[in-house]
C-alpha cells in the first residue's frame, strides 16, 4: 500500500548491527532521516546513518529489470514478466541438463530475517539445489563456530548491549569501533573513562585512541596473545578456581599449552610487551564487571575459530561468562549478520539455527515446508567454495545473487570475478547498478530499506522491526516478489512463497519452533507494540531472552568448554619477496563494498579514494611517498591505493579499505585460505610489497 506523505516512521538504520535507532520523515519531495532514542545508539547516529536518506535518492538508481541477450551484449531494460520469464526458462533447463546442484544462491548479512529464511527455502524446495551461501560466512563465522563449542549456541551479544556501560574494564579485540559503529563509543566510554578500556589492534586507530591500553601485535599473532594473557591469569593469581570448577570443563588441556606461553615469550612473536600483557589481565582480573569482546580484525583468519577460542578461554578463566555484568561477545558486522546466520541462507543450516544434517531438524522444518524431509538437500560448499567452482565440472552454471557484492567483497576478487564470468547465468537483485550487478545476466531492481517492512536482528540478539517509511519507485519489487515469480514459474504452489513479509515472518516463526534461536513467540503485533524481544522467545507469553547463560550454558551438561588451542601464524607470513604485512578493514565514511556509501556525495567527498597506511620508515624503505600512488602487491594480484604516512602503524605492516571498485579492490590481495571449521577466508593478514605505481 502507498504510505502518505508527510509521515514519520520510527524504524532502523540500513547499515550495522548496531541498528540504530531512527526516524525517517517522507516530506513529498524527498525523505529525510533524524536520530530516536533508543538502546543501541542512545539517540546518536554516525554520518552514514545520518546520510541514509540519499540511497533512496542514489543517482542511477534502477527502476527496470535489465536483461543481456549474450555475453558481450549490453544489458537492456525489460519488463517484469519479461525478465521472470526469461530466468526460470533458463533455471528449467540448466537443471534438466545437469541437475539442481547446476544453480547456485549466494545471499547476504543485510537481508531482512524474512528474506533470509525465503531464500533458503527458495534454493532447497524451488531449486532443490544445495549449492547455497552467503557472505556472511565472510563475516560471523568464526565467532559462531568458536561461539557453539564454547558455550552451545551463537548470539554476538549474549547480553543487551547497555550492559556494557556499566563495565569497570572492557578488552576489545579486532574492533575500531569509533569508526566502524560510532555511537558504539557510548557504551564503552565509561570504561575508558575509568581507565580500563583495552584495544587489541596492530594499528593506531580512532578507538586505540580513547584506551587506556592499546595492545598492537603483529597481525596473525592474536592467538598467540591470547594465550600469553591467559599463562599471566595463572601465573599472577587471578585465575577463578570455583568458578571454573563449578561452571566449566577442560581447563587442564588448555592449560597444558598455555603453560609454554610465557608473557615473555608471547612478545617475541607478537612485539606486545610483557608488561603490557600483564597489565590488562590485570585490568580485567580487578574489575566488578569485565567484558572480552571480539570483532573482525581477530576472527578472519585461517584460524580464526581457534584465536576466538582463545579470547573466550581468557574469559571464562577470569569467570566471567554467564554472569550479570561481566562476559564474552563478539560485534557481529552486517545490519542482521545475527538474523541472517539463524533461518537458512548457510550452507549448513535450516531455520532456527538448525544443523541440515540433524534428522529431527530436517522432519521438522519440512513440515512447516509440506514437503518430504528426504526431498531437502544436505549441506553445500561455504561461500568461497562455492564462488570458487563456478563454472567448473562440479560447480554451478548458474548463481543467484541477493544483497551481496561478490566482485568488491570475496577474497582473492581477480579470481572471483573471473569465475562469475565463466556461469552461463548469473543473476542479480539489487537497488543501483553495483560492480556484480554490471557483469550479471539479468538484473532485478528491488526495493530499498526504508521502501519495505521487515525484520532484523541485531548484534545482541533482539528482533526489531523496520517499517515501510516511503513509497519505492515505480517498477520497482521486493526480493520477497522475486523469489515469488520465480518459484512460481518453477512449478511452487503460490502461497509457498508469500510476499507479505509479517506473513513470511510467521511462517519463519514456526519453522524455528524449539530450535536454538527460537522465534516463535514473536510477533509484529509484539513488535509494533515496542517490545525488546531478544530469543529465544518460545511463546506468545514468553518475555524473550536478553542474557544468556545466568544458570547454565547451551551444553546438556550446563557447562562451558575450554577449547584447548595453539598459535600457527599465519598462512602467508612475510618473506623476502613479499616482506609486508597487509591488513584490511572499513573507514568511518564507508561500509561494506561500498555500493551504498560510494553513492552518497558527502561521504564521497570525505572518503573518495583507496589509500594505504605506511609508516614512514617503511615509505623510506620502499621508496613511496606521502599522497603518491602506490602499488600494493601480493601473490594474487595487486592494488593501487594513495600513500597515507603514519606513525602509528607497525613499520611490517600496511592498512587498505576495502570498500573500493576496480583496481583499488583491496581483496585483489586477500588470501583465500580457509579456517578449517568455520570456513572463513584469511582476509586481514598476507604477504606484500610495495612500490611507486
Known sequence: MPVDARVEVDTHCPYCALQCGMVVRDERAEATVAPREFPTNRGGLCQKGWTAASLLQAPGRLTTPLLREHRGAPLRPVGWTEALDYVALRLHELRDRLGPDAVGVFGGGGLTNEKAYLLGKFARVALGTSKIDYNGRFCMSSAAAAGIKAFGVDRGLPFPVA????????????????????????????????????????????????????????????????????????????????????????????????????????????????????????????????????????????????????????????????????????????????????????????????????????????????????????????????????????????????????????????????????????????????????????????????????????????????????????????????????????????????????????????????????????????LRAGEALHWPVPAADHPGTPRLFLDRFAHPDGLARFKAVDHVGPAEPPDPEFPLHATTGRVLQHYQSGAQTRRVPVLMDASPEAFVEVHPDTARRFDVHDGQWALVESRRGAVRARVRCVTTIRPDTVFLPFHFPGAQRANLLTNPALDPTSRMPEFKVCAVRLGAA
Open 163 to 526: 550492559d556494557l556501560a556499566s563495565a569497570d574494564a572492557i578488552l576489545l579485540v579486532g574492533a575500531n569501533v569509533a569508526e566502524t559503529m560510532p555511537p558504539f563509543m557510548r557504551h564503552v566510554r565509561p570504561a575508558a573513562d575509568k581507565g580500563g578500556l583495552i584495544v587489541v589492534d596492530p594499528r593506531r586507530t580512532a578507538t586505540a585512541e580513547a584506551a587506556s591500553l592499546h595492545l598492537q601485535p603483529a597481525p596473525g599473532t592474536d592467538l598467540a596473545l591470547a594465550l600469553g594473557m591467559l599463562h599471566a591469569v595463572v601465573a599472577d593469581g587471578h585465575l577463578d578456581h570455583s568458578y571454573i570448577a563449578e561452571r566449566t570443563t577442560g581447563f587442564d588441556d588448555v592449560w597444558r599449552i598455555a603453560a609454554a606461553w610465557w608473557p615473555e615469550r608471547v612478545e617475541r612473536i607478537t612485539g606486545v610487551p610483557a608488561a603490557d600483557q600483564r597489565a590488562a589481565v590485570a585490568l580485567l582480573a580487578r574489575a566488578r564487571n569485565a567484558y572480552v569482546l571480539t570483532a573482525r580484525g581477530t576472527e578472519q583468519h585461517a584460524s580464526g575459530v581457534a584465536t576466538v577460542s582463545a579470547w573466550i578461554n581468557l574469559c571464562l578463566a577470569l569467570g566471567l561468562c554467564g554472569r550479570k555484568g561481566s562476559g564474552f561477545g563478539c560485534l557481529t558486522g552486517q545490519g542482521n549478520g545475527q538474523g541472517g546466520r539463524e533461518h537458512g541462507q548457510k550452507a549448513d543450516q535450516l531455520p532456527g539455527y538448525r544443523k541440515i544434517d540433524d534428522p529431527a531438524a530436517r522432519e521438522h522444518v519440512a513440515g512447516v515446508w509440506g514437503v518430504d524431509a528426504a526431498e531437502l538437500p544436505g549441506a553445500g560448499p561455504s561461500a568461497y567454495e562455492l564462488l570458487d567452482s563456478l563454472g567448473t565440472a562440479n560447480g554451478p552454471k548458474a548463481l543467484l545473487v541477493f544483497g551481496s557484492n561478490i566482485v568488491v567483497s570475496a577474497p582473492r576478487a581477480g579470481h572471483i570475478a573471473d569465475r562469475l564470468e565463466s556461469l552461463e547465468l548469473l543473476v542479480t537483485s539489487d537497488f543501483v547498478l553495483s560492480e556484480t550487478a554490471a557483469v550479471a545476466d539479468v538484473v532485478f531492481p528491488v526495493t530499498q530499506w526504508a521502501e519495505e517492512s521487515g525484520t532484523m536482528t541485531n548484534l545482541e540478539g533482539r528482533i526489531l522491526l523496520r517499517g515501510q517509511a516511503v513509497t519505492p519507485p515505480l517498477g520497482v519489487r521486493s526480493d520477497l516478489d522475486v523469489l515469488h515469480g520465480l518459484a512460481v514459474r518453477l512449478g511452487q504452489p503460490a502461497d509457498r512463497f508469500p510476499v507479505d513479509p509479517e506473513t513470511a515472518f510467521a511462517e519463519l516463526g514456526r519453522a524455528s519452533a524449539g530450535g536454538p534461536a527460537d522465534y516463535a513467540g514473536v510477533s509484529y503485533d509484539r
